[in-house]
């Protein structure tokens, strides 16, 4: 059997292919950023194209690195930022308009038209989500409405959906040439036009949102394979794994027990809590979703807290204000004040997501005086990401009944110590990191290499986590629930900025 498993992980700000070994070491990676495309506040757009160009350059250049060719991977796996919606025309495989990105809230009118009947639960017991700009269902519908003739094309077949990797996938697999128009549960469990329970698109929802069954991808299990690479340099390669980035990390991280939980901090902070075979309702504002399908086998579910910017909060920092040269400054800088100095930011750039759910919040700076300086605020950054993951944490408590007795953390931001011993005083609570912390890429390995036969089962998979260092609490009751206190007055300042939309 080939030696290794390769993984594409299409992230939100960057492309990655890494190769694994089977003991889930990383023996070759590249990475490259893509365009963030700013039209309007509020919006953010993709190009598809430039997606797929960097995807077939990392590609080559981490086999390159390593000396591999497709012949040493035994499988790849593909991971990609959830909801962000492509919608392409099948005869040309071109996207007709640039995808529109998770964080995009251009659909807030329609949820608001949405909402108006049956408020923003109406589709909760079905799908596990509000109705938000975050899901892919609006966005599509938006594109539908106004795109010239796009849904008489797409009621036709002729137009396609997907998310990010059913748009790879269907050009991995030979696009016009049959290329494969599929998606995995996970994906397709946050386009709020699936069923939950049955796994399969939800005919009513669809015909509420008059969405054409004929432009969907077929919803297949997270894990099992779906076919070959007919594209250099992956030609012949078993594409056989595929999960949504966040419940890929879950799976990364070998969470397989209910209960178990991670919190992957990227552009936007994902938690999730593996529940097993129930489906369990939210009360506290949390998302229902599916964790992985593997096979043959029922789905598992999990209970999702959505954040939507923490890491991208530092970018705004850099390029937007010019505070600091590369993320990994804002360590430094922060550490050079004792505390906040009284400063809190709520950065609801796209409203706020769990468990708020305020799509007309904005981002605001307060407690500001003539005391607060830059690292004032580049430590209050910091902050805002361990407040938000807490406010989630205490949601998933009340939610499952379960305390959190330590949390497993992974993605771009746990490098920042500073943050992690915060995040541990803010939840008075472990904070664990492991030793890989590319754990969406291995999660996406994990399902091709169980697919293929490469690990055996999910025992195989834990054995190959470690921990590389826990953060333990060290602040004061007392301290900890001041600075919470002051958290908690900071957000509903970020509240009902934005003016009532037009219906449509
Ligand atoms: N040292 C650091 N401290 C704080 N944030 C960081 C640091 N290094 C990177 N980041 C943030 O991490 C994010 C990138 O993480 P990553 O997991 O690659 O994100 P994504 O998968 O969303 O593309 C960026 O938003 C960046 O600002
Ligand atoms: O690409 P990430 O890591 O920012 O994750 C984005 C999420 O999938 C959005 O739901």
């Known amino acids: 059997m080939s030696q290794y498993i390769g993984a594409i992980d299409l992230g939100t700000t960057s492309s990655r292919f890494i190769v694994f070994d089977r ?148 050009h991995l697999t030979g696009g016009t040439r049959g290329g494969r128009h599929i998606t995995d549960v996970t994906n397709a469990s946050r386009t709020q036009l699936m069923n939950l329970a049955t796994c399969k698109w939800d005919e009513d929802i669809l015909e509420a949102f008059a ?68 489906i369990v309702p939210s009360q506290a504002g949390l998302l229902t979703t599916v964790a992985y399908q593997f096979g043959d ?57 769990a468990p708020y759910w305020k799509d007309d919040a904005r981002g605001v700076i307060v407690g500001l005086t003539r005391y607060a300086n830059r690292a004032h605020i580049a430590r209050a950054a910091l902050e805002s990401a361990a407040f938000q993951v807490r406010d989630v944490v205490e949601a998933m408590q009340a939610d499952s009944g379960i305390e959190l007795k330590a949390l497993r953390v992974d993605g771009g931001m746990v490098c920042n110590n500073l943050l992690m011993q915060f995040q541990s005083d803010m939840l008075a609570a472990p904070v664990v990191r492991p030793r890989i912390t590319e754990t969406t890429a291995l999660g996406a390995a994990y399902a091709a290499g169980l697919a293929v036969g490469y690990w055996k089962n999910t025992d195989d998979l834990r054995a190959n986590w470690s921990v590389d260092h826990t953060w333990s609490p060290i602040m004061p009751n007392e301290q900890r629930e001041t600075y919470y206190r002051y958290w908690k007055r900071a957000v509903t300042r970020s509240f009902d900025w934005v003016e009532d939309k037009p219906e449509t």
């Open 23 to 170: 003991a889930g070491q990383i023996v070759s990676m590249a990475q490259k950023e893509h365009r963030q495309i700013y039209p309007q506040p509020g919006w953010v757009e993709h190009d598809p194209m430039e997606i797929l160009h960097n995807v077939n350059e990392v590609t080559g250049a981490a086999l390159a690195k390593a000396g591999l060719n497709a012949g040493d991977l035994a499988a790849i796996g593909i991971t990609n930022q959830r909801e962000t919606t492509v919608l392409w025309d099948k005869a040309s495989s071109k996207p007709v308009h640039n995808a529109l990105v998770w964080m995009d809230t251009r659909t807030d009118a329609l949820v608001s038209s949405f909402a108006k009947f049956g408020g923003k639960d109406r589709f909760r017991a079905q799908t596990g989500l509000p109705l938000t700009t975050y899901f892919s269902g609006l966005k599509l519908r938006w594109l539908l409405d106004q795109l010239p003739e796009a849904r008489t094309r797409a009621e036709n077949g002729d137009l396609l959906f997907g998310t990010m990797d059913s748009w790879l996938i269907w």
């Open 211 to 278: 969405i054409p069954k004929a432009c969907l991808p077929q919803i297949l299990p997270s894990s099992q394979i779906y076919g070959e690479v007919t594209t250099v340099p992956l030609r012949g390669t078993p594409i056989a794994g595929i999960l949504g980035d966040q419940q890929a990390a879950l799976v990364g991280q070998t969470c397989f027990v209910p209960g178990e939980a991670k919190n992957t901090y990227g552009t936007g902070s994902f938690l999730l809590m593996n529940t097993g075979r129930k």
């Open 297 to 353: 086998e029922p789905p598992c579910y999990a209970l999702e807290g959505s954040i939507a910017i923490t890491g991208a909060l530092v970018q705004w920092l850099r390029d937007n204000l010019n505070l600091i040269e590369k993320a990994a400054d804002i360590e430094p800088l922060a550490a050079s004040v004792e505390d906040n100095g009284g400063v809190y930011i709520v950065p609801a750039f796209s409203g706020l997501y």
